[in-house]
């Protein structure tokens, strides 16, 4: 349980570290790999926006690949934001996670106009719309199929989401429909085997669809985070598939997506500063 989940004076008492980008003086990425997966990705994947792991912004300099490149940004905490915003990422393409921030992180992140924040529990829902004026949002979900497709084990043994089955999902979609501050935009899934993207698409998609039927709302938004993937092309074609199969079959238009770059696949070579 982080301070968040704890009382609001819990959460005024804690240090305010934002703002404070913490560099490690140990390595870097290789510059011209990165740049070349960066590429390869952004041709096969058309039309899916990409984020890198907050958590391998190794420095600065690694942030402004990523601008450059034209990837947006996954954090989790206030050091992985400002590290990202201190190498000219536009805080409009972060999107952060807040399972392991502090209240005032919260603030701090809220304050420099992030673009979506991913909720994934119940507190964190009140506690962010105390907080903003308009906050777009994605809410976390478990979609439960196992490594064959089927129902019955969780995607990835989550700790964090609400489950698909059940009235989990639905209730947070109802809680965040409550406050008028909060947009909710779309959902997000943690994977992490790819050979599940398929499956888990189709299964929000039908969630999106629940949504729809229920409070007259569209979504548009599909986040896929925690994949591990090494040909684009094959994970661009598996994409396509699942989305034409799953708005086919609910008659539902189809959303935008979002995909997190394997970190591990941009480690590239590794040299001290």
Known sequence: MTLLHMLPSAGRAAPRIFGRASEPTTAVCDEADFRHRARRAHKALRGVEMVYAGRSLSATAVARWVREERLGVDVCSSGELAVALSGGIDAARVIVHLNAMSLDELGGAVATGVGRIVVDDPLEVGYLANLVRHQRVLIQVIPDVDSHGHRGADISDQEFGFTVGGDHAADAVRWVLAHRTLDLVGLHCHIDDAALCGEAIRRMIAAMA????????????????????????????AIEDALDDGCAAEHFPRPAVVVEVPAGDYQGIVAQE
Request: charged share 20%; glycine share 14%; proline share 4%.
């Open 210 to 237: 629940d949504v729809r039927a229920h409070h007259g709302v569209i979504l548009t938004e599909l986040s896929l985070g925690g994949m591990r993937w090494s040909d684009p092309r094959q994970l661009a074609g």
